[in-house]
């Protein structure tokens, strides 16, 4: 009796952990592959970073010194932009290409689906972001302790899931030609209105009104207090307004690949 009811219930999971596996695998090697994507997306944080930060590594933000705070800034940005880009560009490629008609006979669910991409970019941005941390170590000498720096890759990679949802859900929406400028145009104005870019103590009265609102905001208070930034709010906030801004992008998501999966259908 015990072995009639285990086995099929086995059995019915093995089928997802492969595909999930398998879809992981086949993102990670297809990110690794596109060096027209894989080597400005490493490098360009690289680049912001030794342009502005560099310079300014002597002073204070928030309370502690510029260097550690500005590296949060552009491992923010990082991870945002290979959420963006790794999703928005990408599964605009596919579904042009047709991978995604081939993807929708097989079992996979879009769940299955949608967590495989959300690893890989995952994956890919913690990738990004060591980089970015060696180079600010050899070349500026900016540091971040273990600790610290270990709760900062925690939250800025958990903290990453919604702008993932969005790229993806840009890429379901979008053909190949839009996704790309459509994300660009979200990206910089989200960096420059949310205080990645330059601190919000600077910024028009507009901006700071604006800013809580948005999610990047509340991605980089999440980071910099991580380091001891004067914080801006509390943790709770944080998370529940980027838990409610994952949910609306996954509401986004399922929305677009049912529309796109209905009129490919039809």
Do not use: K
């Not at 596996?21 to 490493?42: D, G, M, V």
């Not at 969005?166 to 989200?190: E, K, R, S, V, Y």
């Amino acid at each position: 009796m015990t072995q009639t009811l285990v086995t099929p219930i086995s059995a019915a999971r093995i089928p997802a952990l492969r595909m999930f596996t398998a879809l992981l695998r086949a993102e990670l090697t297809r990110l690794l592959r596109n060096r027209a994507f894989l080597i400005p997306s490493l490098l360009l944080p690289i680049m912001f970073f030794a342009l502005f930060a560099l310079p300014n590594i002597q002073g204070h933000l928030s309370g502690i010194g510029a260097g550690p705070y500005m590296l949060v800034s552009y491992a923010a940005y990082s991870l945002v932009s290979t959420a963006l880009f790794a999703f928005g560009v990408a599964t605009a490629a596919e579904r042009a290409s047709g991978w995604m008609r081939q993807l929708r006979i097989t079992p996979i669910s879009p769940l299955t689906y949608f967590t495989a991409r959300i690893t890989a970019s995952l994956l890919m941005g913690l990738g990004s972001v060591l980089l970015l941390v060696l180079f600010a170590r050899v070349v500026g000498g900016v540091s971040i302790a273990a600790g610290p720096l270990g709760l900062v890759l925690f939250r800025l990679l958990l903290g990453m899931v919604p702008f993932a949802l969005l790229g993806l859900g840009l890429g379901l929406a979008l053909g190949p030609a839009g996704a790309a400028p459509t994300a660009n145009l979200i990206n910089i104005p989200l960096m420059f209105a949310s205080g990645i870019f330059y601190p919000l103590d600077v910024a028009p009265r507009f901006i700071q009104t604006l800013a809580p609102y948005l999610p990047a905001y509340h991605y980089g208070q999440l980071g910099w207090t991580a380091i001891g930034a004067a914080p801006a709010g509390s943790q709770a906030t944080h998370w529940l307004v980027l838990a409610g801004y994952s949910a609306l992008f996954l509401m986004l998501c399922l929305w677009t690949y049912r529309r796109d999966e209905a009129r490919r259908g039809g």
